[in-house]
């Protein structure tokens, strides 16, 4: 079955029906992010990609409001008339991405350690719960205490408590120019400390990745510095005073493609024996992260985020168990994407401590009582 | 405004849950004579005064969660205390409830300069926390004008922000974990020093709940390296309004400064004739803008800003040229409240959050609302963000003054959520607010929320009749009444 409201009255009366029925819906977008999480089945698919409208665009006020369909290329080409942009940099992972998908996957790029994540940018939300009921949240303005802050809630929680009909972005002046730095051939040890130290710093460095290849000539790891021409030129000069080993610039252009390449994951396209995971933990841990990682034949590696996040390709085999283990290990947690479609993807995300895991569960039953919205995509009811 | 109505058996109760909190947590760490009881009868909103029965003062989580198994047990609620400094009464105790105080657990566990963050027990003040890393080169950027006295647990639950959130957001961007006690006394770690956490962000729905939720025992905040240079300039203005397009222009210019704020004309006379700051007499309108960052950055933009503002119209404009004059700029703002302390008997503060661009509108209809009720109402507000602080001064020793100021508050902020704005900026709902929740939300939307609290704290234990009103339906609430200049804290900035 699949449902494919374009007004959010259309899709509340599919939600109600489902209720009533007691069918399960599966609650989709773009489908580009459809290797995330666990393969749900015996569902009624509710396809939210047809909700794709514009509500409102402020510049002067930082605001956007659209439905949850609207794609992020269209969203972005708009932003980009006024010199503007999603300041979290949201990866596409297919042209087919939408605001609605990746708001349910808080996925947030590059820049997301100096500029958060797309959770700090949603200011409100409106949805259908599992009361059948059309519900708004948070605000449309940039500072608001009003009541819980439903729309972190939202974020991230995979569809699970119900389909967005609207979201509220705070939206941000796109810097005026970027370059980034590539310093060649350091090892694991030298880039992590680097990145630390840079992190640190008073500067507006908001890349730094680290990018490992067998021939070590080729390992880079890259810092990228945003703003007016002048400061970005500035800044790179001073950061280079304390680069020992062989720089290169990448002047603008150059620099938004890597980036582009990073935040949309091309080195790290699985091959047909592969698996990709993404761990997410504390940037000094890197180092005891990849440390443990070793004896799992992890294939091809890189550091974003200034350390805080690992992205690995595996061999196909490797139990998850172990690896969710080594990220918990590191107080992270860890996301195996799905192979194919035929993939269960059992255990996508690292478990929960029983104290959270309680807390998650009273959450959805306060917002989806029969557990009718992407059930099991998570983790196992 | 009402309170749940204290239940009888409650009360009945008070010797002996006493003795039992004395018996486990020791003679020091229970208050329960009258007179020790008095200074915690309310928060900054003095209006509203109420002793609880007890005060708990935990120093370890496990005491807190000690203190919630026995309320829980008694079927007696919690009122979670920082320092008291909230200004829309989220702290107020309750006639039959104890206030569980956080002030002794006020240690900061761990700096972790490499992972940039730092680890705090919940009563470790706001400025304490800057004040731990200082020499590291870091701070905490969220800056509530009460950081001197706040605690980063009262911080937490009220979602803080500060004159620079537009650009370092507020608590809820700035914080990485935390470890909360729940209803059942179990203790619960979220998030950690990692800025993604698995499950839902539950960390997220933590921070703003006015202490409804769980009882914050431990928070890992993040911290930033300070910046190289902060420069600030004052502009004037022909009007308000030509202040707040100014705003616009230089946030259209792509230009996110650190701090933006605008102060109307009877604000500028009565702070001026305080403390001197050097704003201009007779202006009708004053933006003060702060850049900070890198040097490079900020002494480029500097340039391009002073050519935005008097394109912009800015009939003057004085740089502060070095850190002294910055600091002397900004003091006038600061001042702006206990400013209005000595003009006026009494005042309202109020602090609903616009769209900026519907701010000529909102400024007309606070004139017109002021013209009406014969009182005078002085502008100051965090204009990047459309944060207002209308202050509508009365004289509560006139017959009938009070009403008309607290109806000219309700106006104003019906007036902001009208207009697409919100009740709460920063001061938080607590009992302030409660009643004018409505206003803002339908019923399908407090259900959703309620519900929350619902499953999450099935009981009630923690703060009950906050936030969310008994009555739905748009009423009219009070808002933070200062009588005489008589502050709670008039030893804390207010901004």
Request: charged share 20%.
């Amino acid at each position: 079955m699949l449902a494919q409201p374009t007004t959010p009255e259309a899709a509340q009366a599919h939600v109600q029906q489902a209720l009533d029925n007691n069918t399960p819906l599966h609650i989709t977008g773009g489908q580009s992010k459809s290797r995330l999480g666990r393969r749900i089945e015996n569902t009624t698919h509710l396809d939210l990609s047809g909700l794709d409208q514009l509500v409102s665009y402020e510049p002067g006020e930082l605001i956007l409001v659209v439905q949850p369909g609207m794609r992020l290329d269209a969203i972005e080409q708009l932003l980009a008339t006024e010199n503007q942009h999603f300041a979290f940099e949201p990866p596409h992972w297919g042209a087919s991405a939408t605001a609605g998908g990746t708001t349910a996957c808080n996925l947030s790029g590059p820049r997301r350690f100096k500029a958060g994540a797309l959770r700090d940018h949603l200011l409100g939300i409106e949805m259908i719960d599992g009361h059948g009921q059309r519900i708004r949240a948070g605000g449309k303005v940039v500072k608001n205490v009003t009541g819980y802050d439903l729309s972190k809630v939202l974020s991230g929680s995979f569809g699970t408590l119900g389909p967005l009909t609207e979201l509220c972005f705070k939206v941000w002046p796109k810097p005026e120019t970027q370059q980034t730095l590539a310093i060649h051939n350091l090892d694991t040890t030298a880039a992590v400390q680097l990145m630390l130290g840079f992190a640190g710093r008073p500067c507006e460095i908001t890349g730094l990745a680290h990018l490992p290849t067998h021939n070590a000539q080729d390992t880079q790891t890259c810092v990228r510095v945003e703003g007016p021409a002048p400061a970005v030129r500035a800044q790179l000069e001073e950061l280079k005073k304390d680069i020992h080993n062989e720089v290169a610039l990448r002047a603008e252009s150059e620099s938004i493609s890597f980036w582009k390449d990073l935040r949309e994951l091309t080195p790290f396209q699985p091959g047909p024996e592969e698996v990709l995971w993404r761990f997410a933990i504390p940037p000094a841990s890197s180092l005891e992260l990849l440390e443990s990682l070793k004896p799992f034949e992890l294939q091809r590696w890189g550091l974003d985020w200034g350390g805080a996040l690992l992205w690995g390709l595996f061999p196909q085999n490797t139990t998850a168990e172990t690896l969710h283990r080594a990220a918990l290990d590191c107080d992270g947690n860890a996301w195996r994407f799905a192979r194919d479609v035929e993939d269960t993807n059992e255990e996508a995300f690292t478990p929960l401590s029983s104290g959270v895991e309680k807390l998650n569960n009273r959450l959805k039953q306060s917002f989806d009582p029969k557990n009718i919205f992407n059930p099991g995509i998570m983790y196992k009811s | 405004m009402q309170l749940p109505p204290p239940k009888k058996e409650r009360l009945q109760k008070r010797d002996i849950l006493v003795d039992r909190l004395l018996q486990e947590l020791g003679e020091g760490q229970v208050i329960h004579r009258a007179a020790d009881l008095v200074v915690y009868e309310c928060d900054a909103l003095s209006a509203y005064r109420q002793q609880p029965m007890a005060v708990v003062l935990p120093r370890t989580t496990a005491e807190v969660s000690t203190t919630v198994r026995l309320c829980a047990a008694e079927d007696i609620p919690i009122v979670p205390w920082g320092s008291g400094t909230g200004l829309s009464g989220g702290a107020l105790p309750l006639q039959d409830g104890v206030v569980l105080s956080l002030a002794r657990m006020n240690h900061i566990l761990d700096i972790d300069v490499e992972n940039r963050s730092v680890t705090v027990q919940p009563g470790v003040t706001n400025l304490g926390v800057t004040n731990a890393v200082k020499h590291l080169g870091f701070y905490y950027a969220p800056d509530p004008s009460s950081q001197l006295a706040c605690s980063i647990g009262g911080n937490i639950a009220e979602n803080s922000g500060g004159v620079h959130c537009l650009k370092y957001g507020t608590t809820t961007n700035n914080l990485l974990g935390i470890e909360v006690v729940l209803s059942d006394g179990e203790i619960v770690r979220l998030g950690g020093k990692g800025v993604d956490r698995a499950g839902y962000d539950l960390l997220g729905l933590f921070t703003g709940s006015e202490g409804l939720l769980g009882i914050i025992t431990e928070a890992t905040l993040r911290i930033l390296p300070v910046a190289e240079l902060a420069r600030a300039a004052m502009a004037v203005f022909d009007s308000v309004e030509g202040a707040g397009q100014a705003v616009a222009d230089v946030i259209a210019a792509g230009m996110v400064p650190a701090g933006m704020e605008i102060m109307d004309k009877l604000s500028i006379e009565a702070t001026e004739d305080f403390v001197g700051a050097g704003y201009p007499r007779g202006a009708e309108a004053l933006l003060l803008v702060e850049l900070d960052g890198p040097a490079s950055e900020v002494e480029h933009l500097m340039g391009r800003l002073e050519g935005l503002l008097r394109q912009s119209g800015a009939t003057e404009i004085r740089k502060a040229q070095n850190e002294e004059e910055r600091q002397k700029l900004w003091a006038g703002r600061k001042a702006a409240f206990p400013a209005m302390g000595r003009i006026s008997p009494d005042y309202y503060c109020m602090d609903g959050t616009i769209p900026r661009g519907k701010l000529p509108q909102v400024l007309r209809r606070i004139q017109q609302l002021s013209e009406i009720s014969g009182l005078p109402v002085a502008n100051v507000f965090h204009a990047g963000d459309g944060n207002l602080h209308p202050l509508v001064l009365y004289d509560s020793n006139k017959p009938g003054d009070l009403e008309k100021a607290e109806e000219v508050g309700a106006e104003i902020l019906k007036l902001c959520v009208e207009v697409g704005g919100v009740l709460s900026g920063e001061h938080g709902i607590g009992i302030e607010k409660r009643d004018l929740m409505p206003c803002m939300f339908n019923d399908a939307d407090l259900d959703a929320q309620e519900r929350v609290k619902d499953h999450i704290d099935p009981d009630h234990l923690f703060n009950p009749g906050k936030v969310y009103p008994v009555l739905r339906h748009c009423a009219e609430g009070g808002q933070m009444h200062v009588h005489n200049g008589d502050l709670k804290f008039p030893e804390l900035e207010r901004f």
